[in-house]
């Protein structure tokens, strides 16, 4: 007999899930993602599109996230971030699972599936971006590029990040490089003062020498004008 979702527990939606994804494995995928750097302990190789279709039809489910995000798959990890409710997320579960930032793929992830809507990701962004992790500077760039979007944060709330990202830009990471361009881009999109003080980092980072902040100023400049 079929049992929905809906009906089981946690613990039989984690094995039911599991097995879903495990019949979507690719090991040339894998093996390709592995030779690109991108590191998991196990790697099925299914796409991120499957995986989404997979998992949204077993959330929310708190406890499944938490189950989901200790297994040692990428495919569970990136579920975890799918079937989990924002509301039930705490701080310490942030930390937590930021601990497992060995790659930009699973970061980009976490911050966009689930942490960009949890109540504490500005707070713990500024956090992390103060941190000396490049992983760990990268969702705190990430997270306030999303946080840029919300019209319910202020322009004193975000504009800080520009003086972070002077001393950051000129950092080699192109994981982190990008981040940054993504947060100056989303703070410029918001409003005229904000455009305008973004313009002014650009011209400040226009006067290094190093290449990392060449490629954010060409970057952010060319999207925003």
């Known amino acids: 007999m079929l049992i929905l979702p809906e009906k089981m527990n946690s613990s039989e939606k984690f094995f039911k899930l599991l097995g879903e994804l495990f019949q979507e494995k690719n090991g040339q995928v ?17 796409s991120l599109a499957t995986i989404r279709a997979v998992a949204v039809k077993y959330g929310p489910d708190h406890e499944l996230a938490l189950q989901l995000f200790e297994h040692d798959s990428r495919e569970a990890k990136i579920a975890a971030t799918l079937v989990d409710d924002p509301a039930q997320v705490t701080p ?9 930032f060995l790659n930009g793929e699973l970061v980009e992830q976490v911050c966009a599936n689930l942490f960009r809507h949890v ?5 713990k962004s500024f956090e992390w971006c103060l941190s000396e992790k490049p992983f760990l500077k990268k969702a705190g760039y990430l997270l306030a590029g999303y946080a840029a979007k919300n019209a319910d944060y202020r322009n004193q709330q975000l504009l800080p990040y520009l003086e972070m990202a002077v001393s950051d830009a000129s950092h080699s990471d192109v994981h982190l490089r990008t981040a940054i361009a993504f947060a100056l881009r989303e703070i410029a999109l918001r409003n005229e003062e904000c455009s305008k003080a973004v313009k002014t980092l650009l011209a400040k980072l226009s006067s290094n020498s190093d290449s990392s902040s060449a490629w954010i100023v060409e970057e952010v400049a060319g999207l925003i004008g």
């Open 30 to 46: 894998a093996e390709t993602m592995l030779n690109l750097g991108v590191i998991y302990k196990v790697n099925y190789g299914v």
């Open 92 to 100: 310490e579960q942030m930390d937590g699972w930021a601990l497992e």
């Open 119 to 123: 109540e504490y990701s500005l707070a």
